[in-house]
């Protein structure tokens, strides 16, 4: 059986059990989005006055691309996290599988697709709130969409070699805590990175979010030149790249032992 | 006959410790085979090597013919593999599990139905085709798993511990789905620490003990070669002094709260014991089984 056809029927169980439960990730898959340009971009927004160094723009159309990205690094954090963790251990999904011929590189490959299946799904609802709110300031915000999927996966799928790792769900914790929630806030979304400290910035340069929100700010303001746009491009596929080859070595260790 | 599994001198290490120390076996077509040990003894690291989910560290293996350091998946298509924790979607039906277990095997949407609503019938669980699996009982979820490790007709089916934690109602019903198997012609390969699973199900069994295999053959020839045609069992009162009795008996063992005397006659020397003035709390006679081949072996009993 080749490897995508494998990694396929993986995704499909997966698809089976959100057809079941699609109503809870939906719920906050369409809330999240509507709540934060609610409160940060329309309520905030109304007290902060455009400045040259945001473009002219108005904050909620500022904020809109940005958040598109955020919002796809959190649902990939969460995705690849308990979900994953649950299928080695508690569910035990995944133990089934390698049972079958799908062997662990191809189930590794499968929560790939289904995470990148995901992201795209909420960015997607996410431009869609944006433009009904009037936060989309032009079609290019529809490319923001592909720079939140980029930069969810570049977040997500390192993040789900991690999870295979772990016997112990504690270490999640941390994440959200020292690394979800600084790079939520600090990686430009809200306010340009430039206010930040000198010596913080090369660290910002480190997250897919601020590799992300460039892409996305910059496609929609038609803002973004070529060589930059690739550099952010690659950066992030090569995350994704790495992120699968440590996933598919420690998901064989995981359960081919 | 055929052999469906060939193991020579196979070796499992974790780390520094030595799972599996060196075993020879081989399953022939059409047969049930037990692994009969305690807990540790190697069993479920063998199991892993056969099901072509672990690697083996050392010797030979060849399962369906084929290495499976090299032909994994194409062997794992045509197994079945019942583990010893279920591992069932238990959000989702008892059907979808079915369905989406022959998807992984590369069967047609059209196909995996069929096979649900076939295997559904053989798991007694066609009224609960639609409801969540997380509700139903130990022994529903293991037919089911059962079920599930059947909808690609495999030729060989590997059940870790399939009864353990299960009531003797869940267990006897369990056996029959295994028997039904066997008669089909599906050969199994079965690991248990209870010898009466081993006796009822297994034609022929090794006794597994520390990574070593300690004897092998059929149930009978076991009881015949290790042990005698009867056993008296006398307790005595925990803190009591057990007398020495060894001239009673072709071989008496001790454990903490009872003798076991291993003797053609079990009647008859019950008899000469309660003659020479010794006086047991208890006593009964019955017929060797696995456990006391399983003492004599390895000095400990089988479920500590």
Known sequence: MDTLRASWFGFEKTWTWYRRNWRATAVSGFLTPVLFLLALGVGFGSQVQSTALIGGVPYLQYLAPALVVVTAVQGATFESTFPVMSQFMWQKSFIAMVATPITPAQVLYSQVMWLGSQLLLRSVVFVGVAAVLGAAAGPGILLAILAGTLAGLAFGVPLVAYSATLEKPEAFNNIFRFVLMPMTLFTGAFFPVSQLPDWLVPVVWLTPAWHGIELARGATFGTLDLLPALGHVVYLGALVVVGIVLGVKFFHRRLAV | ?304
């Open chain 2, 1 to 304: 006959m055929e052999n469906l599994v060939e193991a020579k001198a196979l070796t499992k290490h974790f780390g520094s410790f030595e799972a599996v120390r060196g075993i020879d076996v081989e399953v022939r077509r059409g047969e049930a085979f037990g692994f009969l040990g305690p807990n540790g003894a190697g069993k479920s690291s063998t199991m892993r090597m056969i099901s072509c989910v672990s690697g083996r560290t050392g010797g030979d293996l060849k399962v369906l013919g084929m290495d499976p350091g090299t032909d994994g998946p194409k062997i794992r298509a045509r197994l079945g593999v019942v583990p010893q924790l279920d591992n069932l979607d238990t959000e989702l039906t008892v059907r979808q599990n079915l369905q989406i277990y022959g998807r992984y095997f590369g069967m047609s949407r059209q196909k995996c139905r069929e096979k649900a609503v076939e295997l559904l019938e053989f798991a007694q669980l066609a009224d609960r085709a639609d409801h969540e699996v997380e509700p139903l009982s130990g022994g529903m979820k293991r037919r089911l798993t059962i079920a599930r490790s059947l909808v690609n007709d495999p030729e060989l089916l590997l059940l870790d511990e399939p009864t353990t934690g299960l009531d003797p109602q869940a267990r006897h019903l369990l056996w029959d789905r295994l028997f039904r198997l066997k008669q089909e012609g599906v050969t199994l390969i079965i690991t248990t620490h209870y010898m009466d699973e081993a006796e009822q199900l297994c034609d022929r069994l090794v006794v597994m003990d520390g990574g070593r295999i300690a004897a092998e053959g059929s149930p009978k020839e076991l009881i015949t070669r290790y042990s005698t045609k009867e056993v008296l069992e006398l307790r005595f009162q925990p803190d009591e002094e057990k007398p020495d009795l060894t001239r009673f008996a072709e071989r008496v063992e001790v454990l903490p709260d009872r003798l076991l005397l291993y003797t053609v006659d079990g009647e008859a020397t019950l008899q000469r014991v309660h003659e020479q003035g010794v006086t047991p709390v208890q006593s009964l006679v019955r017929r060797s089984s696995l456990e006391d081949v399983f003492l004599r072996l390895t000095g400990r009993t089988l479920v500590d």
